[in-house]
């Protein structure tokens, strides 16, 4: 059984940071790329910025480029998301997940979610 596990979220002032981590735990399972989701109150639940597990590639959504940075550390299994000049726009629960294959491309494993929540 793989797990994933977010936490890192909370309360923050517009202009604020935070630092969200994502420990992978069970069984060794292989990925091709990990990503952070979002969903705010009463919309659907939209892409943020993932990772390609191996050579780091990276993509983020227009809407957090240049303000979020996402990361992994492999030898600790954690996927992280380093989020500056958070907005009140940002406030929604925010969800890892991991995708197995190169394709198709579906995320197969997903965490619980941790909520952000940012203060005008």
């Known amino acids: 059984q793989v797990q994933l596990v977010e936490s890192g979220g909370g309360l923050v002032q517009a202009g604020g940071s935070l630092r969200l981590s994502c420990a992978a735990s069970g069984r060794t399972f292989s990925r091709y790329a990990m990503g952070w989701f979002r969903q705010a109150p009463g919309k659907a639940r939209e892409f943020v910025a993932r990772?390609?597990?191996?050579?780091?590639?990276?993509a983020y959504a227009d809407s957090v480029k240049g303000r979020f940075t996402i990361s992994r550390d492999s030898a600790k299994n954690t996927l992280y998301l380093q989020m500056n000049s958070l907005k009140p726009e940002d406030t929604a629960v925010y969800y890892c997940?991991?995708?197995?294959?190169?394709?198709?491309?579906?995320?197969?494993?997903w965490g619980q979610g941790t909520q952000v929540t940012v203060s005008s």
């Open positions: 997940a991991a995708q197995k294959d190169r394709f198709p491309v579906k995320y197969d494993y």
């Open positions: 990772i390609v597990w191996t050579g780091s590639l990276t």
